[in-house]
């Protein structure tokens, strides 16, 4: 059967996850996906710059197509993006999501995937871009952080606002308990903002 540029069997819309870390939110992608709760999303496939991370094992363990190397190995950011791509032109994918991936997407990839990737951050963007957002809350001694789901561009933390939940900071908060809170919030955010994109 012939099937469209990111566009599965049966209407099926592949995703790929980014991850360099736990991979709590992959998992929560992944059950989501299992269950069909991403509407016509289908979780396919991890990217990671972190071949011993979480999110590696758990795309080992569940049989996942997985493109895992360093940049450094891959020959640099550009080398490691062309991988990338090729990777994900094989499985045909629709979206990409950012769950975790802790490296600026360049020219590459942001070409091949324009309004078709996106990004979950720990905070009320524009507030706290970058690394250690539940750290720079503390610091900032806010009563209020939460977390942002956006479009990547070339910056930052900077692409357009797609959702954001707010989560409460306490006087008794440390960056265990907040980041806890923050997690929370994401893996319930993060798959309703793919189900909205792939309905
Ligand atoms: C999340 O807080 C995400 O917002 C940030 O990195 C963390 C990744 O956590 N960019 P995990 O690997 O999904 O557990």
């Known amino acids: 059967m012939e099937t469209r540029k990111g566009q599965g069997k049966e209407g099926v819309l592949p995703i790929a996850v980014f ?50 190397l360093t940049h450094k ?34 020219p590459t990839l942001l070409a091949a995937f324009s309004r078709r990737m996106i990004n979950v951050h720990p905070s009320l963007l524009p507030q706290f871009p970058g690394l250690d957002a539940p750290l720079q809350a503390l610091t900032a001694g806010v009563v209020q952080t939460g ?33 806890a809170r923050i997690h929370s919030a994401e893996h319930t955010l993060l798959p309703q903002v793919v189900r909205s994109l792939c309905t």
């Open 19 to 68: 991850a360099s870390g736990t991979g709590s939110n992959f998992r929560q992608l992944l059950a989501h996906s299992d269950q069909g709760l991403l509407e016509r999303g289908r979780i396919v496939c991890l990217v990671s710059d972190q071949p011993g991370s979480g999110a590696v094992a758990l795309a080992a363990e569940r049989g996942l197509p997985c493109l895992a």
């Open 73 to 106: 190995a891959a020959g640099g950011r550009q080398a490691f993006e062309q991988a990338a791509c090729a990777f994900l032109q094989v499985q045909n994918i629709a979206w990409v999501v950012l769950a975790g991936y802790m490296r600026l997407v360049g």
């Open 147 to 179: 977390v942002t789901v956006h479009y990547v561009d070339a910056g930052l933390d900077t692409g357009e606002i797609i959702a954001q939940t707010p989560v409460a900071v306490y006087p008794d908060d440390t960056l265990s308990t907040l980041t």
